[in-house]
């Protein structure tokens, strides 16, 4: 995303009452992080295996924790740690998921990769909201 | 949703280990909540007022959190556990925000009983899965 | 959806240039054909047939379309008739799809059924938008 | 997107019937311009503008856009060219607002080149699609 944007999206944290400020870079990494999972999660969904629908659901959680991201301003502490909860709860499932058969599909191998570096990601920026 | 769709949901979930038997009523009356929830927060988000982003956000995990119920088999009950908690939270602080303008906006007021139904019926759905 | 939020969306409309005064009825009608929609190719989705995947593209179309009507001070007469024809287009690839084993899949008789609805829904749309 | 997701689509669209074979390097960029559109207008709808309900109603089309070239084997050539057209439609109206205050908001300007970019790429697809 844009500088700009990260600007924006800046502002409207700083005037959140309880919200720690957060390092933008970190935020920026968890939001890619949850683009690369949703679109990993899209194309893995489609091959009919059985983590597919774990990928669908994965990919819905993880589109929907990145819009939150983006929308700080609708966003408490608490729902935000609730949040990061359920997407690493996600991600978690949909690589269990797919590491099953990570050794015949290569896009599983992938798709199992994004969802831990997602989760990552999320659990960056919960250790960051804890303080 | 049709009775036809609902079995379907059920033999899907008897599949699941470690998956309590869920009453589909229930089930059913938490998707509904959560299909009414959207919608309530999408229409109040137009309006422009102080509660529009949380609606935003709001309108996106209720429909992350239905379409994971229609979607068990992608599911275990810790993820279930985290996505409920997760969709209480953005519910809690959606109606917190409308709560404060309902007087003024009736729009903002039913959003907000929208939310208090959502919240009412994911609880009710965590203590069947707690079992 | 409430009389409440009805009224919001009707008098929102009437502030659209160029925008016909739609009959909220109909209208009504055409949001709740793609909500039944998007949560019958949801349930489809996951049986892993050859439909799967149109099911799962149809879903998200019917849940945009569904959101855009909801918002209507966001459109544009010309931007709802191009929305309509797309979800149109979707739920015929889908509906095509799922007649092709309806016979041994009640599940996809029923979305088929969804997606005949959804499409009539949103060519009443468009016969009133046409004027 | 990694090159091996890349693979995976191109190999669901050769087998798909009447559908010609599509750059993938201009497939991936319409994919990416979405990605970006819909990110641009998530936090442009934040905003409390005049844009902010039709940024909302682009950034869900741009998103079911994107997962729609995702999963190209759900498509059919008619069915993707009805959704470039909605997507462009979309784009079209969600800039056009954006830039009556574009010299106030720099978000909403670069919501807008962001319009520009995704209505490009849908109509590279579009040109390409129709041979």
Redesign the interface.
Known sequence: ??A??MN??TE?MMSMEGMPALDMTMMQAC?DAC?ACE??C??C????MDC??????????C??M???M??M????P??M???L??C???C???MD?CMMHADES??CK?CADSCRACMDACMAMKDALAG
């Open positions: 995303m844009d700009m944007m924006a999206m409207d939001m683009a679109q990993a899209t194309v969904s489609t091959q009919m597919s629908v774990s990928c669908m659901n994965c990919a819905d959680m589109n929907t990145m819009r939150a983006m929308r301003q609708g966003m408490t608490a729902s740690m609730a949040m909860d359920a690493i709860a996600m978690q499932t949909c998921m290569p896009v992938m």
